[in-house]
């Protein structure tokens, strides 16, 4: 990819028009100002998620189990998030391109009614399940009450948990990532500090044990998506929300959100049962591969993490340019993320590969674990480079609103490659847990060969939203 887009061809992505050269260095500005507080707040969600782990354990290893295998479940069905998101990120963004305000106020009002619908019928059908799915995962005796204690709580407050993701890609949505990254900081604080107290019963507050660390995210869930609603209600953006947004409010565009965002929650769905199905091919190889998996995976999210963050910039990006009919700038800005993703994972990947034995004796003392973790850190570190395109190959399609890709490559990623690919390296080869990650490597590189192949063809750009 050069650094310069070369001279503007008359293709049927990009019809001849008379316009500026395109500054590279804009496009990369843009990027980190969009990116930078995303990495930074997806970053603090991240943080809540291991501090609610820090004080749970502190009830013992059962309720930690019960919470491990609960959040298997609870992962499945938080991924039909994804539907009423991603449809929103594309709607929100390209009225916002289009500088249409009131389509665009309109267009949040949806997003947050479609979110607290999706949410209500999650909560119902996850709350009945609870019992039957954890039992199935493997829960037994106490881990089983302990998971449901929790579990339960978490279903209550998913007409919250929805809808937060919402206020932050609203924000984006408008230009103003740094409110989303501040409110997702300030909420993981709110929660890390409520979180003792009612599971403890510190200061007066009632002693709910591990329930009450699914009411302390629930309590801040609901703050969060107050703030937020009072923040466009009262006029703190150019987008205003009042009576007439939600007048405005039609069903067909409901139905446009949801079908956009359809198939891309149904591959984040099937790689969340993917990974359900991987799970017990590792626990064949005993609990010291378990525990390298588990622990070097998150050494590996950390990373994630920053590519992550330039997705959520990307996506409401491609929105803006696309609204504006600016095919070739969102061309290129895609093409400049995926190449900084690419350059960010290489780098992390390289540094986990030349550390991999200091940050193996970072979780495990024991010198038994010493290769196993060595092998682990520098095998996976190949896939990185492949994590970090495939990530942004699918931002780009999600801020044009083209989310088909991302659900038959979702699929082929997670059935016909990795899946197959772990249990063929692992046990028909041989290959033990080398093949295990070998597989995680091979699937990875494969899927993201497939998005750049599709991205290249630049249909993408010409979805109507």
């Known amino acids: 990819m050069s650094t310069q887009p070369g001279p503007v061809q008359a293709t049927e992505a990009f019809p001849v028009e008379p316009r500026a050269p395109i500054d590279a260095g804009h496009i990369y500005r843009s990027l980190l100002r969009m990116g930078v507080p995303s990495v930074i707040g997806f970053a603090a969600t991240q943080l809540y998620n291991l501090t609610d782990m820090f004080w749970v354990s502190r009830l013992g290893p ?96 998913l007409v919250f948990n929805f809808p937060v993701w919402t206020v932050f890609t609203c924000l984006r949505g408008i230009d103003h990532p740094r409110y989303a990254m501040v409110i997702m900081i300030a909420s993981t604080v709110f929660n890390a500090i409520l979180n003792p107290f009612l599971i403890f019963g510190l200061w007066g507050f009632p002693r709910l044990g591990v329930a009450g660390s699914a009411w302390a995210s629930n309590i801040g869930y609901m703050l969060t998506v107050i703030v937020g609603l ?30 956009i965002g359809l198939p891309s929650g149904v591959g984040s ?51 803006h340019a696309l609204g504006a009919k600016d095919k070739l700038l969102a061309w ?24 991999a034995a200091p940050l193996t004796r970072v979780f495990f003392a024991d010198p038994a674990f010493g290769e196993l973790g060595t ?15 495939f990530i942004l190959f699918e931002g780009a399609f999600t801020g044009a609103g083209n989310t088909l890709p991302t659900m038959v490559i979702g699929l082929i990623h997670a059935w016909i490659l990795q899946v197959p690919l772990i249990w063929l390296f692992a046990k028909p080869l041989g290959w033990g847990p080398a093949g295990v990650w070998c597989g995680f490597v091979a699937s990875e590189a494969g899927s993201a060969i497939i998005y750049g192949w599709w991205f290249s063809r630049r249909r993408w750009l010409h979805q109507e939203v």
Request: glycine residues 10%; proline residues 2%.
């Open 375 to 389: 092998t682990f850190f520098r095998i996976m570190a190949l896939s990185l480079p492949f994590v970090g395109a």
């Open 332 to 355: 290129v800005t895609a093409r400049k993320a995926i190449r900084l993703g690419i350059i960010v994972m290489v780098i992390y990947g390289a540094l986990m590969a030349v550390f």
């Open 62 to 157: 059962e309720p930690v189990a019960g919470l491990a295998i609960f959040g298997a479940f609870y992962w499945v069905m938080s991924s039909v998030n994804q539907i009423a998101g991603v449809g929103s990120v594309a709607v929100i963004a390209r009225r916002y391109g289009q500088n249409d305000i009131t389509r665009t106020q309109t267009a949040i009002v949806e997003a947050f009614v479609l979110k607290f619908v999706t949410a209500a019928i999650c909560a119902v059908i996850g709350y009945l399940l609870t019992p039957t799915i954890v039992r199935m995962l493997g829960a037994r005796d106490q881990v089983v009450e302990y998971a449901v204690r929790y579990g339960r709580v978490m279903f209550i407050g």
């Open 230 to 259: 009072l923040m466009f209600f009262r006029g703190s953006f150019r987008i205003r929300l009042d009576w007439n947004s939600i007048r405005r409010m039609h069903i067909s565009t409901l139905w446009q959100m949801f079908g």
């Open 269 to 319: 769905i099937s790689f969340s049962l993917a990974r359900l199905v991987v799970t017990p091919i590792i626990a064949h190889f005993g609990a010291a591969v378990v525990a390298i998996y588990g622990a070097g995976s998150r050494v590996i999210e950390l990373g994630i993490v920053l590519v992550v963050g330039l997705e959520l910039g990307l996506s409401p990006l491609i929105g």
